[in-house]
């Protein structure tokens, strides 16, 4: 599976941005898929996930009600809706897939395949 992340910008506090990460391989609707995000000079930390069937989604508690995770499989398409903006969420934004364990989704490991990265500024 190749992944490519894109819609990232420069957005001011209090507004909106949609994250896209457009899939290749026939295989994509078997995986989990994971968003992650990485701030200058931190660790890559665990944003959202979402099962192969989208019937199961997981959130980190920082974007608990302002994000949504969702998935297309029949356009091998993932999108991460960011509301509600904030200074903090600047960050790269990766998507990733792997098998969808619950208790190791939030761990980087637990994914096989990366996107290359979109920026996310939000400007206070």
């Known amino acids: 599976v190749q992944l490519q992340a894109s819609g990232g910008g420069l957005v001011q506090a209090g507004g909106s941005l949609r994250l896209s990460c457009a899939a290749s391989g026939r295989t994509f609707s078997r995986y989990g898929m994971g968003w992650f995000r990485q701030a200058p000079g931190k660790e890559r930390l665990f944003v959202a996930a979402i099962s192969w069937s989208g019937g199961r989604t997981y959130y980190a508690d920082s974007v608990k009600g302002r994000f949504t995770i969702s998935r297309d499989n029949a356009k091998n398409m993932v999108y991460l809706q960011m509301n509600g903006l904030k200074p903090e969420d600047t960050a790269v934004y990766y998507c990733?897939?792997?098998?969808?364990?619950?208790?190791?989704?939030?761990?980087?490991?637990?994914?096989?395949?990366w996107g290359q990265g979109t920026l996310v500024t939000v400007s206070s």
């Open positions: 990733a897939a792997g098998p969808l364990r619950v208790g190791v989704h939030i761990r980087a490991d637990a994914y096989d395949y």
